[in-house]
């Protein structure tokens, strides 16, 4: 079992809709959880941080944590075509991150 | 944000030469830097992390003679792809959590490494 897994994807919406992210963690002990962006070429950037169980809003981004599940996810309102980037969930244990393999995602005009 | 700093973004040698990568931290200090391995379509794999003033930690599978990181100073970590070859070709990046001990990670642009 890998230790961050996400939905490979890749995920198609229309613009203007809501895209819905998901990840899960094996590690219980894990307490820092990040969703970063990825551009085709370029280097990942954060875009969401959260620590502790319920939701955290920034903009059109919304991320949920819940523990007990071991589960992250991440909703982007009004989707545009620029969010299409692959998106990438890490989970922070002992000082290092360990990241999913990314959800593809493409907004469609 | 913090800023990381990261050159070449690319660089093409020949099968047998060594490449060098920077990574610099350009407003704070780094006490450690991360250095991942991109291959096209999949996740970033953690290769070493860097300590300043002591020896990089290298993850499984990851052979420290081949690549050599150094960590001289608060804000400069390197490495150096010894005796490349067309397996090493991917995209290297480093990384650096931010300010004050911030637990996000903070990229630099990466690297495009051809071997040929």
């Known amino acids: 079992q890998k230790e961050v897994e996400q939905n490979s994807g890749p995920l198609s919406v229309p613009e203007g809709a809501i895209a819905s992210l998901n990840c899960t963690y094996s590690d219980r002990v894990s307490q820092s959880f990040f969703w970063y962006r990825q551009y085709s070429g370029k280097s990942p950037e954060l875009i969401m941080s959260i620590y502790s169980n319920g939701d955290k809003e920034d903009g059109r981004f919304t991320a949920q944590l819940n523990k007990a599940s071991q589960y992250v996810s991440l909703l982007i309102r009004d989707s545009q075509p620029s969010d299409s980037a692959t998106y990438l969930c890490a989970v922070l244990r002992s000082g290092k991150s360990t990241f999913g393999d990314g959800t593809t995602l493409t907004v469609k005009p | 944000g913090a800023v990381v700093s990261q050159h070449p973004s690319w660089v093409i040698c020949k099968s047998g030469t060594s490449v060098k990568i920077e990574c610099r931290s350009l407003?704070?200090?780094?006490?450690?830097m991360f250095w991942y391995r991109q291959f096209p379509k999949q996740s970033l794999m953690l290769m070493a992390t860097s300590n300043e003033g002591s020896k990089a930690t290298y993850e499984q599978g990851v052979e420290k003679d081949k690549f050599l990181i150094n960590h001289a100073s608060l804000t400069l970590s390197t490495l150096t792809v010894t005796s490349a070859h067309p397996e090493d070709s991917s995209f290297y990046i480093c990384?650096?959590?931010?300010?004050?001990?911030?637990?996000?990670?903070?990229f630099g642009s990466g690297t495009q490494l051809s071997v040929l």
């Open positions: 990384s650096a959590h931010g300010f004050g001990g911030s637990e996000k990670l903070f």
């Open positions: 407003d704070f200090q780094a006490t450690t």
